[in-house]
């Protein structure tokens, strides 16, 4: 997937003012997708969305605007690759969380597989999270 349609695919989600910044995408992916770029588009915007509906059970945000999701890759074949941290290498979600957003993303009408990768470069800080998010818990 582009860093176009990552891009793109945020904005059209929902104003590009309150967004997390976009996950990045997989350099190696920068050439040109055997996906139609509008069904790319619309698989991405679908997995945002599924992504919007897993929460951290101990905060009151969901994990895309709270800036945990650094890369989604769409392969040519459908098959998504999810990299994501967690606020603290000691979350007590550090178990489910990557299940859930495994089933959030495998939820989305044309992905084919999905893989989850919890990641720790760079580390998550709260610079990460949208406007949304700083609203929702108060941290402006």
Not at 20 to 31: F, H, L
Not at 94 to 116: D, H, Y
């Amino acid at each position: 997937m582009t860093d176009e349609a990552l891009h793109s695919a945020a904005k059209a989600q929902d104003g590009a003012q309150d967004r997390a910044p976009a996950p990045e995408a997989n350099p190696e992916a920068a050439g040109a997708s055997a996906l139609p770029p509008e069904e790319l588009a619309r698989l991405t915007d679908d997995i945002i969305a599924a992504l919007k509906t897993v929460y951290d059970p101990e905060i009151p945000a969901d994990i895309y605007e709270l800036g945990l999701i650094y890369r989604v890759d769409i392969a040519d074949d459908r098959t998504t690759t999810v990299d994501m941290t967690l606020t603290t290498p000691s979350c007590p979600s550090a178990q489910e969380l990557p299940m859930l957003v495994e089933n959030a993303v495998g939820s989305v009408p044309g992905v084919k597989e999905v893989k989850v990768n919890v990641v720790w470069d760079p580390p998550w800080d709260p610079s990460r999270m949208s406007d949304e998010a700083r609203a929702v818990l108060n941290m402006w």
